[in-house]
């Protein structure tokens, strides 16, 4: 199984739709986890932390249910600006010390259309 | 302030010269990071620095040096690459280094390496 998986779409919706991305971890000792979203030959940008209790930030929801190692992602009105690629990432460590080593889902790909 | 500079943006190289990507983050971070991402791949971490010190080496080729001269400063110097190290180069910083915390991305250096 890999570490982090993320269903690669690509997601093609119409403005004003509402998506939801999907990402499984493998390791359930994993601490921390986050939504980035990347924009074609950019850098990955944060879009959100997830917490077990949910988050969300205006049009943006995160869910993360520790005991089936799932993370969502769902996205309300998407706007063309949405478009771009969002990236499941989760921090594995599980021993003690302080390392901050990301591994990153391959990503999902989102196409809002007019 | 959550600005990471990479300097150069774009870098072809032949198989014999040597060069240096540089990284900058004026956050306070103590944690720095370099990643390197091809193209429609998650990016994928080559060597952490926490307060200076090179705290993992993900079995990157010596073909590529990290240096940490302080603080807000990482450099990787490139020397006798291959083709196949073409790809875009993203450096990161975070607070501390630990398991909770958010990494934030300069918008990378593409290198082509001829």
């Known amino acids: 199984r890999k570490e982090v998986e993320q269903d690669p779409g690509p997601f093609n919706v119409p403005e004003g739709a509402t998506v939801a991305f999907n990402c499984t971890y493998s390791?359930?000792?994993?601490?921390?986890f986050f939504w980035y979203r990347q924009d074609c030959r950019k850098e990955p940008k944060l879009l959100m932390s997830?917490?077990?209790s949910g988050n969300e930030d205006g049009r943006f929801t995160a869910q993360l249910n520790r005991a089936s190692q799932y993370i969502s992602l769902l996205i309300r009105d998407s706007k063309l600006s949405d478009s771009a690629t969002y990236l499941c990432?989760?921090?594995?460590?599980?021993?003690?010390?302080?390392?901050?080593?990301?591994?990153f889902g391959k990503g999902t790909k989102l196409s809002v259309k007019p | 302030d959550t600005e990471v500079t990479q300097t150069p943006k774009h870098l072809v190289m032949g198989m014999t010269n040597k060069k240096s990507l540089k990284c900058e983050q004026h956050?306070?971070?103590?944690?720095m990071y370099w990643y390197k991402q091809k193209a429609k791949k998650p990016p994928e971490l080559m060597f952490v620095?926490?307060?200076?010190?090179?705290?993992i080496n993900e079995s990157v080729p010596s073909r590529f040096s990290p240096e940490c001269p302080n603080s807000s400063l990482l450099n990787l110097h490139l020397h006798a690459l291959q083709p196949e190290d073409s790809a875009l180069y993203l450096c990161?910083?975070?607070?501390?280094?630990?398991?909770?915390?958010?990494?934030?991305f300069g918008p990378g250096t593409r290198l082509t390496v001829l």
């Open positions: 990432v989760v921090n594995p460590s599980n021993y003690g010390g302080s390392q901050g080593n990301l591994i």
């Open positions: 997830v917490y077990s």
């Open positions: 390791n359930s000792a994993s601490q921390s």
């Open positions: 956050m306070g971070h103590r944690a």
């Open positions: 990161a910083s975070s607070q501390e280094g630990i398991r909770t915390d958010t990494q934030y």
């Open positions: 620095y926490s307060y200076e010190k090179l705290s």
